[in-house]
């Protein structure tokens, strides 16, 4: 075990420099690892790595239409999706609702 109290400030530095390395390596190794286990998986059921490949491929999402506008700037608009923007927080604490929001 290592006493780090009796370690200089330049010493824990560089320790801590190892210790960041040797995680670095250790994940890149585990993801080899895992990797080979995935391709050897695959190999077994007559999967390509190309079908692999296309089985990752991030799908990409069109952006959503805008539903609702700000009533005082109607080129502020919101889709509906995520966090509700605030000024649909302010018009809904007004009294007002989705549907008078609504384009």
Same mark, same amino acid.
């Given at each position: 075990m290592i006493d780090l109290e009796s370690l200089s400030l330049k010493e824990l530095k560089q320790l801590q420099k190892?210790? *960041?390395t040797a995680? $670095? *390596?250790f994940k890149d190794r585990e $993801?080899?690892?895992a990797l080979e *286990?995935? *391709?050897a998986f695959a190999r077994d059921r007559g999967?390509?790595?190309a079908d692999l490949q296309a089985l990752m /491929?991030? /799908?990409t999402r069109r952006p959503a239409t805008p539903k609702y506008a700000d009533p005082n700037d109607p080129s502020v608009t919101w889709s509906g999706r995520g966090r509700r923007p605030h000024w649909v $927080?302010?018009?809904l604490a007004d009294g007002k609702t989705l +549907? +008078?929001?609504a384009i």
């Amino acid at each position: 075990m290592i006493d780090l109290e009796s370690l200089s400030l330049k010493e824990l530095k560089q320790l801590q420099k190892r210790v *960041e390395t040797a995680i $670095t *390596e250790f994940k890149d190794r585990e $993801t080899r690892r895992a990797l080979e *286990e995935v *391709e050897a998986f695959a190999r077994d059921r007559g999967l390509s790595p190309a079908d692999l490949q296309a089985l990752m /491929r991030k /799908r990409t999402r069109r952006p959503a239409t805008p539903k609702y506008a700000d009533p005082n700037d109607p080129s502020v608009t919101w889709s509906g999706r995520g966090r509700r923007p605030h000024w649909v $927080t302010a018009a809904l604490a007004d009294g007002k609702t989705l +549907d +008078d929001l609504a384009i």
